[in-house]
């Protein structure tokens, strides 16, 4: 506490009121030696009236007779008063006699008493005057005395009541508080102690603060308590929830906008290590699941905040295992947390995807011939259409191609007979056309093929021959048996401007029935009236543009409008209906859109 | 003597009714009184007179008193005074300073005094008789002093009167 002592309560208490005092007292000097001088000079100035009363009648004989011997007698014995500094009597204006203290240019003349003589014998006479001048000097030196005076008791007033009012301040306030401070200092309130107020101060300030104390302590233990409590719930849920992230399958990571990976657990890691095994430090960041690519990783958090909701993907892996390359199959949920975070689960998702895959496959394929189905047929056209038609110069030929006596062979041959024949039909077609060109079988004893890029007739019609010749041939059942069969096939040709699948089927779907009538296998192309032959000819599409260029530029000078571009955007509209416009499909030609009659 | 009467008779006056008696005792006290200083009557004038041959006309009662006090040596033609005071048993030393400045005696004995002791000043002279005023003034033409109307002669000259 003595260290404290300049802080102490009592000491900083006691300073400013001895300031204070201090202050007051010099006031109260100050203000005494004011007055004091003015009651002094007023004094003084009485008494040197008093004392030129008393000497008024030898100055006036002295003035009288004019005598410089009088006068001057008179001037020292006034001077022998200590409040005189100074003395001259004058007669009739002419001096008399004088007396100072000092040097007579030294004097202060500004206070200066001045009494008309008049004649002892004659009061309306004036003989002379007579000027005393007061000592300053004394004055002062009296008035001091008595300031000190009064400063002394001043001095002495505020030392006593300095010490006073420290000493009760020290006893009524600093040293409870401090035995306070020393009790709660030592105090255990967790064990539930209580402060107990000093004696004597239960019912004052000092024991309110007591109790305040206590009660803000109670409450505060309170608090402790059941923060203690919630903090170990806590702990069982944070352990639950770290062994679940640790021990989940499912891959759990945070990473932030740029796909730094901030946090994860060893499912993911190995997910990552599996993906990108040589990274090394690169492997803790998202992009390890990309192949290295950064902006995809970022196109991804973009996409995630921009939307403000969770992403799902599906992310092919491939993992090098050896020489070769094994594929693996990953969801990646990325939810947004607040602006710069990102959650993300990934899960191994390999199995379920090869058997999505294997059904999808098995959906689109033909399982006797291996061929596309109807369903996978159509598919891959669309695609095909999709990839072409914005190539003015694209082309396609559709044969529809049906067995003829094939029900001859189920019936006398049986059904293995008959898929027998139908397998090496299959391969037959898909020798007889390019790898790229697509073979499907829509079902029982029909075939197509999709010839893409090929508009020159002569070309198609080599392979519809070369099928028909086939047909001609004894085909092998098995068992050393062999059947004669035969191909009615019915094509469609149609270039970027009015190709749609369903006018395809539909267009082979009529030169096939013809081809049938016709007696059963030969081939036939579709005929329309506003065909255009030069369409089907010896020269390309290439070749033929030129021509047409020239002709559009002729048209051109010649003032005449530029003929209307395709209709892509209704053929992109047939697409859009989807599912419906396939089922439609799948019955080649049967359905009809209302455009392609009103077109027609 | 001639304070105490007025005195007397103020204070009997103010008491209001004052009896014939007591009028009657002042009156013969007074006679008694006057019998006792027999040369000068009291409610006659005193004169103060020069030499005959000076040229002063006529004295202000200002420069009577600085002459008589020894304020003023010279008379007003420039002569030097001859200040000369009359002591005789006729009381006009009393009744002239009396009615010249309305002091008493002792006073102007101690005014003196206090002169003399300072060595400045010298008091007038003092004449025992009328005849040695006189002859002095009349030897002396800076002469100047005082006395009775009734007694003054050929040898001095009247400059101001004295009225009581």
């Given amino acids: 506490m003595p260290s404290m002592m300049v802080r102490s309560l009592v000491t900083r208490h006691t300073l400013w009121l001895l300031l204070l005092l201090a202050a007051l007292g010099a006031f109260y000097v100050w203000m005494g030696y004011t007055l004091g001088m003015q009651r002094e000079t007023e004094q003084t100035q009485a008494q040197l009236s008093e004392l030129m009363d008393t000497v008024e009648p030898s100055v006036a004989i002295a003035c009288f007779i004019e005598d410089p011997q009088l006068a001057g007698e008179v001037a020292q014995g006034l001077l022998g008063n200590r409040i005189v500094q100074g003395v001259f009597i004058d007669a009739a204006a002419k001096p008399l006699a004088s007396a100072t203290d000092g040097p007579a240019a030294a004097l202060d003349s500004s206070r200066v008493l001045t009494r008309q003589i008049r004649s002892p014998f004659d009061p309306a006479e004036v003989v002379g005057e007579i000027r005393l001048i007061p000592d300053q000097r004394e004055i002062a030196k009296r008035v001091a005395q008595a300031s000190w005076f009064v400063g002394l008791l001043m001095l002495f007033q505020v030392l006593a009541i300095g010490i006073a009012t420290a000493l009760l301040a020290y006893v009524l306030v600093t040293r409870p508080l401090r035995q306070v401070a020393v009790r709660l200092h030592g105090l255990q309130p967790e064990r539930g102690a209580q402060l107990d107020p000093p004696r004597g101060h239960e019912a004052d300030e000092i024991g309110e603060l007591v109790r305040y104390i206590n009660g803000l302590l109670g409450r505060m233990v309170a608090h402790i308590d059941e923060e203690r409590r919630l903090r170990q719930e806590l702990e069982i849920d944070e352990r639950m929830y770290r062994s679940i992230f640790e021990h989940a399958e499912t891959g759990i990571f945070l990473i932030n906008g740029s796909g730094e990976l901030l946090s994860h657990n060893p499912s993911f890691m190995k997910i990552l290590e599996e993906a990108a095994p040589t990274a090394g430090e690169r492997s803790l960041h998202l992009a390890g699941l990309f192949d290295g690519d950064l902006t995809r990783v970022k196109a991804l958090t973009a996409l995630c905040r921009q939307e403000n909701r969770s992403i799902h993907q599906d992310l092919r892996v491939a993992i090098p295992r050896g020489l070769r390359q094994q594929e693996r199959w990953i969801h990646l949920t990325l939810t947004p947390i607040g602006d710069r975070l990102f959650q993300g689960i990934v899960n191994d998702i390999t199995e379920r995807k090869r058997v999505e895959l294997e059904a999808l496959e098995a959906a689109k394929t033909d399982s006797l011939t291996g061929l596309l189905n109807r369903m996978g047929f159509v598919a891959q056209m669309r695609d095909r259409f999709r990839h072409g038609l914005p190539d003015p110069c694209w082309s396609v030929a559709l044969m529809l191609i049906d067995l003829d006596l094939f029900k001859q062979i189920n019936d006398s041959l049986g059904h293995d007979a008959g898929d027998r024949a139908l397998i090496d039909i299959a391969q037959l077609l898909k020798r007889l056309v390019r790898r790229s060109d697509l073979v499907g079988r829509l079902g029982g004893d029909e075939f197509v093929i999709l010839l893409e890029q090929t508009d020159r007739s002569d070309v198609i019609e080599g392979i519809a021959q070369k099928i028909v010749e086939a047909g001609t041939r004894p085909l092998y059942v098995g068992d050393g048996r062999t059947a004669r069969i035969g191909f009615s096939i019915g094509i469609a040709v149609g270039g970027s401007e009015t190709a749609t699948p369903e006018r395809l089927f539909k267009q082979a779907d009529e030169a096939m029935y013809r081809a049938k009538r016709a007696g059963g296998n030969s081939f036939q192309f579709y005929e329309a009236v506003e065909q255009d032959d030069s369409r089907l000819g010896t020269a390309t599409c290439r070749e033929r543009e030129q021509v047409v260029t020239l002709a559009q530029a002729r048209a051109f000078d010649a003032g005449i409008e530029h003929p209307a571009p395709p209709a892509w955007d209704r053929i992109e509209a047939v697409e859009g209906t989807g599912d419906h416009a396939q089922d439609r499909t799948g019955g080649v030609g049967v359905a009809t859109p209302v455009d392609d009659v009103d077109q027609r | ?164």
């Fill in chain 2, 1 to 164: 003597m001639q304070r105490l009467p007025p005195s007397l008779v103020s204070t009997r006056c103010s008491s209001g009714h004052l009896p014939r008696s007591w009028i009657l005792l002042v009156v013969v006290l007074s006679w008694l009184f006057g019998l006792s200083v027999p040369s000068t009557a009291v409610g006659r004038d005193l004169v103060v007179i020069v030499h005959p041959a000076s040229t002063i006309e006529e004295l202000g009662r200002a420069e009577l008193i600085h002459l008589f006090l020894g304020r003023q040596r010279r008379l007003p033609g420039g002569q030097r005074a001859l200040v000369i005071d009359l002591v005789g048993p006729g009381d006009e030393k009393r009744l002239f300073y009396a009615r010249l400045v309305g002091k008493d005696l002792a006073e102007i004995q101690s005014y003196w005094a206090r002169l003399v002791f300072t060595g400045r000043g010298s008091a007038p002279w003092q004449a025992e008789s009328v005849d040695e005023l006189l002859d002095l003034v009349h030897s002396n033409p800076g002469a100047i002093g005082y006395l009775d109307e009734a007694n003054v002669d050929h040898r001095a000259r009247v400059v101001f009167r004295l009225t009581p």
